[in-house]
């Protein structure tokens, strides 16, 4: 299952995706992983809940972020939810040009049996209709 938090730059996205991330902590029985591109809110999450910060791999454009995906899950066998914040500034375009990797994750969530959030910083009416579909 996708699902997806959007809004404008400065709408609170990030401490949404935190706050659920931490909800989440209490009925989880597999790994929570959460992926961002800086070390914002790495003191805001619960231990539990792994946290990555992209910058640290050098991850350029949407194919090197699907493939960081799909390691990072590939990497435990019980992971249960994953969290992507800032997905527009980590893959480097916009959200319209990100079908590919809505398509992988779609695929991989199924899958797995993943839960996977991601935040897109773009007002509702300007979502493509690849990302609708999971609102």
Known sequence: ???????AKGTGKTKMM?????????TAKGHLIFITD?????YDLE?????IDTTEYDIAGEAALCGFVKG??????????VFIDGLVRIAGK???ELAAFFYMLDKVAKNNSLVITVSVSAAKEDLPDFVTKYL
């Open 47 to 51: 231990r539990e809940v792994r946290f």
């Open 94 to 96: 916009p959200v319209q």
């Open 72 to 81: 990072v899950i590939a990497g435990n066998h019980d992971n249960e939810y």
């Open 1 to 7: 299952m996708i699902k997806i938090i959007y809004g």
């Open 18 to 26: 935190i706050d659920a991330a931490n909800a989440a902590v209490e």
């Open 38 to 42: 800086n070390k914002r809110g790495m």
